[in-house]
């Protein structure tokens, strides 16, 4: 699979990409993630890509062109299942939606800032808006990120072990029940006696209860879409 990502912004996209499961997908060509710098397509010797916007008010407005030279050039070298504008008024991203888009092949993320991206941009070329959240952040590149590590992490072969992504919290609609390490005593605060009796039955029935009884307490609401 692979993602590229716009942006007037690339330094805050590197750390993030080049550690850990995003870094690992990437060793293991699993996944390749091109981002570029949007201020290589302003065309202009000052590499401005905002300007005021008509109308008038506050805030500055990311410019049409350099966005569109920026996915026509990637579109002329290949085709793309989704250009994807992240957007607090997008639909507001799910696991649902990461795995959908762990399917495709080819995906564009348009990350923008200031004020906003000049309408037309949107029209013209994005197929899908997408919203990490309902709050402002100061751009799209960290909701970008979100996305991109939410939609490695599901690609066969990047976690080490197949089914961890599938017993996520959320990927049945159920949270994760509780999991505890060595030692099996803290200060007298014990592991549960079921995870230390190797009965494989009574520990997936046990894990199977709480993620349930958590599930109840914190997201009733996961709970009602499953029936509904
Ligand atoms: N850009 C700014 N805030 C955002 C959000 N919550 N989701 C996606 N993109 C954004």
């Not at 590229?4 to 850990?20: F, G, K, V």
């Not at 995906?107 to 997408?130: C, P, S």
């Not at 309902?134 to 072990?161: H, K, N, Q, W």
Request: proline content about 5%.
């Amino acid at each position: 699979m692979r993602i590229d990502i716009l942006t007037c912004l690339p330094q805050l996209l590197e750390s993030p990409l080049s550690h850990s499961i995003l870094r690992r997908a990437q060793d293991k060509a699993l996944l390749e993630v091109h981002v570029h710098d949007l201020r290589d397509y302003s065309g202009n010797k000052h590499r401005q890509i905002d300007d005021y916007p008509y109308g008038g008010g506050a805030g500055m407005v990311m410019k049409v062109e350099p966005i569109a030279r920026c996915i026509r050039a990637l579109q002329a070298e290949r085709s793309y299942d989704e250009v994807i504008f992240l957007t607090p008024d997008g639909a507001t991203f799910n696991q649902q939606m990461a795995n959908e888009l762990s399917l495709k092949q080819n995906l564009i993320l348009l990350a923008g800032h200031y004020k906003g991206i000049d309408q037309r941009a949107r029209d013209l070329f994005v197929t899908r808006e997408i919203s990490i959240g309902d709050y402002v952040l100061s751009g799209g590149e960290l909701p970008a990120l979100v996305v991109t590590d939410a939609i490695g992490r599901l690609i066969p072969g990047v976690l080490g072990d197949e089914s961890s992504a599938l017993s996520d919290s959320f990927q049945d609609q159920l949270l994760d029940a509780p999991v505890y390490t060595r030692p099996a005593d803290f200060e007298g605060h014990r592991v549960p006696d079921v995870l230390l009796s190797g009965h494989a039955k009574k520990i997936e029935d046990w894990r199977e209860e709480q993620a349930l009884e958590k599930t109840r307490r914190r997201r009733p609401d996961l709970l009602d879409q499953e029936e509904g």
